[in-house]
Structure formats: structure tokens, C-alpha cells
């Protein structure tokens, strides 16, 4: 009796995706690892925690076709008002520019495509940070949980690479801006950051997509804060109303270091994103803050882990949302505390507004504490725009409708403030367009 083999679809484009990449060994087997795992997985269903209010067993992911860039930027180095920027059209890098001065102080700032190009020769990586950039994304496959998030590192497109090295301070942000367009492509963005000890600087990730096209997306961001550095990561998303964009992202945050995350999320059709704040070091602090408006029937899922593994380190996660229409929003909050970090600090805060009658809002903040000595407590609101407020301001003179938009715009604005002025204003704009639905 003859046995069949049953071959995976998916696993079958994935071999061939890495077969036919001209890539040095250390990226080649980086995606191996992930497709070791990725062929050992299912594809996520209702029937997983992670994923019961946000069901994606309906995506036929076989459909979406795999591309990356050819080729490398032209024009490098010219002058920028920022620390620098990477500009993708597509996958395809558009400029590449780093401010004056930086090179030289050790900065590198550069695409994937550039850092695998020629085995790393005369691209400006050293082995100390290949070694650290390759360690980092090996951790997020070792912290990957399903299949999709595995899928995005075996399948990297594009993106950016960004190393500080140790105790330069930057006052403006670097900038990696990705500018789709596009119909039944699968789009896989890296991004990987690099801080060394006593390093301070930001760094604003922004996804847009032109109108027209579906594009399914699942990025990867992977951002290291070594001892006594300093990291601010603020990510933008307002892709098209027929896409699907799914974020798996990690900090690591070392000892006596800061990271402060922030995500916008306000595009897709379909969004999961998942960010997890790892404290390895004693006296870490690490802050997480999100804002997200859905409206017609969007969905948007969004998850965050603080996860302390040693003493005395700080946590806190502020996500606001709002929801109109026929919308559903789902937010899963948890602070995970090892055995041995004794003394952790840490709060989880969801807020959410709903805006019509048909919105929905899922709000599962959660706390899983291995010791005594914390201090670890979460709340989670949802309700409506308060009716006292939206008098009192009527009472002074505004309409129903000017005293709504400042309530809402003002419930916004304690995350969006914190965000570089080279994308707040676009932020507001956002929300003030959303508002006016």
C-alpha cells in the first residue's frame, strides 16, 4: 500500500522565495530557522487565544505573491533635517540619506537590500553588528508564537537597518518611510534597531498606501536598547480600507535603559499588531502607548506583552481607542513577571470610546505574576462620550458637534503629543478626518 505525500502550498513558496535569493550564508540561514518553524506550524484559527477574536482562517495566503527589491539606492548621503531616512517605493528603496557627520561617528543607517548586497563588503557593517543584527532577529523567531509572525521572517521583502553606537545622543529622529502601491502583493518590511550602551535617539516608522490595491502586509520590528540607552520608536499606519497589515514587534530593554513605543494604527480592513517590551535588565523602564480609531467595519486587534525577567524594572502601557460605525476593536493586554524580577513596577491602561451604536470594543488586560514582591495592576475602560462634558462645553458656547471633536481630539492627544512633529500634524489630521465621518 502506497503512502502520499502531502505537500504544504506554502512551505513549497517559501523554499522557493529563499532558493532563488542571492543573499550571504548568515541572512540565508536566519530565514531557514524561521522556515524550520514555519513548516512545523498551522496557520492560526479561532481556536487559538491569540487569534479567537480576530479569525483570519478565512485568508487564502497562498494567493499573495512574493516580491522583493532588485536593487540599490542611487544618491546616497544627501542632506536631510532628520538624523536620517530610508524611503521605500514599494519594495524598492527611493533615497537613502544619513546627516552630515554621522557616518563618521559610526552611525549606519541602511536597507536590508544594501546589507545583504556583496556578502556586507564595503556596505558599512562591521561583523560586531552583523553579529548583533542577526542575534536580533533570530530572538524574534525564538519569541514567535504562530505561524504568521514565523512566515514574515522567512519571507523578509525589505526594510532598514539602524545602529547607534555607544553614548551618541540624537536630538532629531531617523525616519523609514514606506510608500505602497500595488494589488495581490505580499509585503514583508524589517526593521531592525540597534542602540549600544548609553546610545539616545527615536526613530518614526511610517506605512501609507495609495488608495487603490490590496496589499497583505506582515512586518517584523526588532529594536535592542542596550545599558543606560535611550530608545523612541513611533510607528504610523494608514494603509488602504482593502488591505491587511499584521506588526509583530519586540524590544529588548536593557539594564538601567529606556524604551518608549508608540503606534498609530488607523488603516487595513484587517489589523493584528503585537509588541512585546522584554526587561533583561535591572532598572529597566519601558513605556507603551497606542491610539487606534476605527471606523466602517474595520477591524483592529492589538496585543502588548511586558515581559520582566529581572529586579526592579518599570513598565507602563496607555493604549486609547476609539470606535465608529460598524467597527470592532480588540485590545489584549499582558504583564508577565519571571520568578526572579522581584521589586517589578508595572501598569496596563486601555481606554475605549464608542462612537455609534453598531461599534464594538474587546478590552482583556491580564496579569500572570511568579512573585510576591511586585507591583502590578491593570484597568480598562469602554463606555461613551461623557454627556456632562459635551453640555458644559455647549453651555460655553460650543455646538454639540465643536464640543465633541474637542472632547475626542483632547482624549487623543495624550499619546499623539508624544509624537515627533515630522508626523503629528498628519496624526491629527487623522483622527480630525475620522471625527468628521
Same mark, same amino acid.
Given at each position: ?7 504544504? /502550498? ?24 524561521? !522556515? ?5 506550524? *498551522? ?11 480576530? $479569525? ?16 540599490? /539606492? ?30 563618521? &561617528? ?11 548586497? $556583496? ?10 553588528? !552583523? ?16 505561524? #504568521?509572525?514565523?512566515?514574515? =521572517? ?7 537597518? !539602524? =545602529?547607534? /553606537?555607544?553614548?551618541?545622543? +540624537? ?14 502583493? #505580499?509585503?514583508? /518590511? ?41 530608545? *523612541? =520608536? ?53 513605556? +507603551? ?30 493604549? &486609547? ?12 493586554? +499582558? ?17 475605549? #470610546? ?29 463606555? &461613551? #462620550? ?5 453640555? @458644559? ?14 472632547? !475626542?481630539?483632547? @482624549? ?5 503629543? &508624544? ?6 500634524? *498628519? ?11
Amino acid at each position: 500500500m502506497s503512502s502520499q505525500i502531502v505537500t504544504d /502550498p506554502a512551505v513549497e513558496a517559501v523554499e522557493r522565495f529563499i532558493a532563488g535569493r542571492q543573499e550571504p550564508q548568515w541572512m540565508t540561514d536566519v530565514r531557514r530557522v524561521a !522556515l524550520d518553524r514555519f513548516r512545523d506550524m *498551522e496557520w492560526p484559527t479561532a481556536q487559538d487565544e491569540e487569534f479567537r477574536r480576530s $479569525d483570519v482562517s478565512s485568508y487564502d495566503f497562498d494567493r499573495y505573491r512574493l516580491s522583493s527589491s532588485t536593487g540599490l /539606492p542611487q544618491g546616497v548621503e544627501v542632506p536631510v533635517v532628520q538624523s536620517g531616512i530610508v524611503e521605500f517605493s514599494g519594495t524598492q528603496v527611493k533615497r537613502r540619506a544619513l546627516a552630515e557627520g554621522l557616518a563618521e &561617528k559610526g552611525v549606519v543607517f541602511i536597507s536590508i537590500e544594501e546589507a545583504v548586497a $556583496d556578502g556586507l563588503d564595503g556596505q558599512g557593517l562591521d561583523q560586531q553588528i !552583523l553579529s548583533s543584527v542577526r542575534e536580533a532577529l533570530l530572538k524574534g523567531i525564538a519569541n514567535a508564537d504562530n505561524r #504568521l509572525s514565523v512566515w514574515h =521572517y522567512a519571507t523578509i521583502t525589505h526594510g532598514a537597518i !539602524l =545602529y547607534v /553606537p555607544k553614548f551618541l545622543e +540624537l536630538k532629531e529622529p531617523f525616519i523609514v518611510s514606506f510608500d505602497d502601491d500595488g494589488d495581490g502583493d #505580499l509585503r514583508a /518590511p524589517q526593521i531592525v534597531v540597534i542602540g549600544e550602551e548609553g546610545a539616545r535617539f527615536s526613530v518614526v516608522s511610517r506605512t501609507v498606501q495609495d488608495d487603490e490595491g490590496e496589499i497583505f502586509y506582515n512586518e517584523g520590528v526588532n529594536i535592542v536598547v542596550g545599558d543606560a540607552g535611550q530608545v *523612541e =520608536y513611533f510607528s504610523v499606519q494608514n494603509v488602504n480600507i482593502d488591505s491587511t497589515y499584521i506588526s509583530n514587534g519586540m524590544a529588548t530593554v536593557g539594564r538601567d535603559s529606556v524604551y518608549h513605543g508608540y503606534t498609530a494604527a488607523f488603516g487595513g480592513m484587517f489589523s493584528k499588531y503585537r509588541f512585546d517590551a522584554e526587561m533583561v535588565g535591572v532598572g529597566g523602564d519601558a513605556f +507603551l502607548g497606542g491610539v487606534y480609531f476605527p471606523h466602517e467595519d474595520q477591524h483592529i486587534d492589538l496585543r502588548t506583552v511586558q515581559r520582566h525577567l529581572e529586579p526592579k524594572a518599570h513598565s507602563l502601557t496607555l493604549y &486609547k481607542g476609539a470606535v465608529n460605525d460598524e467597527a470592532h476593536s480588540v485590545f489584549q493586554g +499582558l504583564i508577565n513577571v519571571d520568578h526572579a524580577a522581584l521589586d517589578t513596577d508595572a501598569y496596563l491602561t486601555n481606554n475605549n #470610546l464608542i462612537l455609534s451604536d453598531d461599534g464594538q470594543a474587546d478590552s482583556i488586560p491580564s496579569l500572570e505574576i511568579s512573585t510576591d514582591e511586585v507591583r502590578c495592576s491593570h484597568g480598562s475602560t469602554t463606555g &461613551k #462620550l461623557d454627556p456632562r462634558q459635551i453640555y @458644559y462645553l455647549q453651555t460655553r458656547g460650543y455646538s454639540s458637534e465643536e464640543a465633541r471633536r474637542l472632547l !475626542l481630539e483632547g @482624549y487623543f492627544e495624550e499619546v499623539l503629543s &508624544k509624537y515627533p512633529e515630522v508626523v503629528a500634524d *498628519e496624526l491629527r489630521g487623522i483622527v480630525d478626518d475620522r471625527i468628521s465621518d
